[in-house]
């Protein structure tokens, strides 16, 4: 799969819409934790990264959750490893 | 002939509206069945039947605003006769839910022959009604009569279409008007509670260590579709300790205690937008882990979307209320009646702790019982706080019940 960085976070605000149906894609800043913009509890942020594996077939361990705090590092890590193309 | 009626759902419930059937008279349901969808102020509630039976007839159109008690429809259970003559709809307390409501077997008119078929029946039925019935697809020997001697007229037929009528589900209520619903109704429940419930309250500092790093064990050989929370072992540990504790497990009703065995929590879910449910998740104690981790997903989901089922929210026999996400310490929780107790659950936060003589960090929560001093003692929910700080020391035996 390839994808742009801005398909990509387009992709990740529609996940998150799903879950909190509040929130404005425009309103969310990057570089801020996530959790400090939109109330997520732990269900909503499970909910939320299976949304991400599902619609780009990454995996994420949980061991990996603590380096996925703010929009851009979510990002970064999803670029890094978005299967290759079919 | 068997009546269903408006189950209560739930303390801040005393009415609701009819918002569609998803059954038509002659359709045969099974117990469990899905047959009316019904708005409270919290959600749309899928209402279900507690007995295998075939509709007769449905009683209230869609719509109608109700009371708790109020027989929507009549339904013939197994071994149950047709309907033969108009039962006056009996009044019932407001805890009676479809489930207790006993049979209602008409008697025979002398001389008349029960047999138990649906087509067997006849009765009268005026020639303008079957002509309507007939044009309208309803099967007129099957509807109730409020003719002389139980004859069908034309005006119970166009009753019996009106209350069959495909479903248009009625406007929904606006977001500011059930915001303001759920507050009357979270209101009035609290403040019964308040008012009838002399509470008591307990709090409990648990060390979280061995339970998450457990956890993380378990969920690094899982897909992440399979992975648990931390409120999940907390939520089946509750379950466990209870079985210690049983009198903290049950309803207060009528002046007395009423114990359940079975555990149903009542999880506490915060709804977008404010306000809040606690719907039961069914049998903790007896499930795996797996299996609720995936129905409280589900649950969880359902109440955000407003679609609950009416034995989640009719049922619950305590409630956990976990508010740790937000980082409070502790929450000391308002019992939901006719319940006896709520659990509470803070951040788990590492924290100062003092074991074998030395301090080290370790992650901690604050659990919390509020519970109803009609009913138990400091004592009790004491021994129920130590139960649940001992099983979480020992997750692994969480799994097995």
């Known amino acids: 799969m390839t994808m742009d960085r801005e398909t990509l976070k387009q992709t990740a605000l529609a996940v998150l819409r799903g879950i909190a149906p509040e929130v404005e894609p425009g309103d969310i800043e990057a570089a801020i934790p996530l959790r400090q913009q939109v109330d997520l509890d732990s269900m909503d942020w499970l909910n939320f990264l299976i949304g991400l594996h599902q619609r780009l077939g990454v995996n994420i361990p949980e061991s990996d959750y603590a380096q996925l705090v703010t929009l851009d590092q979510l990002l970064d890590y999803l670029q890094a490893r978005l299967p290759p193309p079919a | 002939m068997s009546e269903f009626k408006l189950p209560s759902l739930g303390a801040d419930m005393d009415e609701g509206t009819l918002l569609q059937w998803k059954v038509r008279p002659g359709d045969t349901v099974k ?173 409990e500092t648990i060390p979280m260590d061995r339970a998450l790093a457990w956890l993380q064990e378990r969920n690094a050989d899982l897909p992440i579709t399979e992975r648990m929370l931390p409120a999940l072992l907390q939520l089946k540990a509750v379950a466990l300790a209870l079985k210690r504790v049983p009198q903290l497990n049950g309803f207060y009703r009528n002046n007395a205690f009423e114990p359940v065995v079975a555990v149903h929590a009542g999880v506490a879910i915060a709804l977008r937008g404010g306000g809040l449910v606690a719907p039961a998740l069914h049998d903790v104690a007896a499930k795996p882990l797996a299996q609720l981790m995936r129905e409280l997903a589900d649950l969880v989901q359902r109440a955000r979307a407003g679609s609950l089922r009416s034995s989640e929210m009719s049922d619950p026999t305590i409630t956990v209320t976990n508010l740790g996400d937000q980082g409070v310490e502790a929450v000391f929780g308002v019992i939901y009646p006719p319940q006896v107790a709520i659990v509470g659950f803070g951040a788990v936060a590492p924290s100062p702790w003092v074991q074998d003589g030395s301090v080290r960090a370790v992650p901690l929560c604050t659990a919390s019982l509020a519970a109803d001093h009609r009913v138990t003692d400091g004592h009790q929910g004491a021994l129920f706080l130590a139960e649940l700080r001992a099983l979480l020391q020992t997750p692994e035996k969480l799994e097995t019940t």
């Open chain 2, 31 to 203: 117990r469990g069945q899905v047959v009316a969808v019904v708005d409270t102020s919290k959600a749309a509630v899928d209402v279900e039947i507690w007995q295998d039976g075939m509709i007769e007839q449905l009683l209230v159109p869609v719509g109608q605003k109700v009371p708790v008690g109020t027989t929507l429809a009549w339904y013939r259970a197994p071994g149950e006769g047709p309907l033969a003559h108009a039962a006056a709809p009996a009044t019932v307390p407001p805890q009676a839910a479809a489930s207790v409501v006993p049979a209602v077997q008409t008697a025979p008119k002398a001389g008349a022959v029960q047999v138990a078929t649906s087509c067997a029946t006849r009765r009268p039925v005026s020639p303008a009604a079957r002509q309507r019935a007939q044009a309208l697809g309803l099967d007129p020997e099957r509807l109730q009569g409020t003719g002389a001697q139980g004859a069908v007229t034309l005006g119970d037929v166009e009753a019996a279409a009106q209350a069959a009528a495909p479903v248009a589900p009625s406007a929904p209520l606006t977001p500011a008007a059930r915001q303001q619903a759920m507050r009357r109704a979270i209101a009035a429940a609290m403040s019964r509670s308040k008012r009838e419930i002399p509470h008591y309250y307990l709090s």
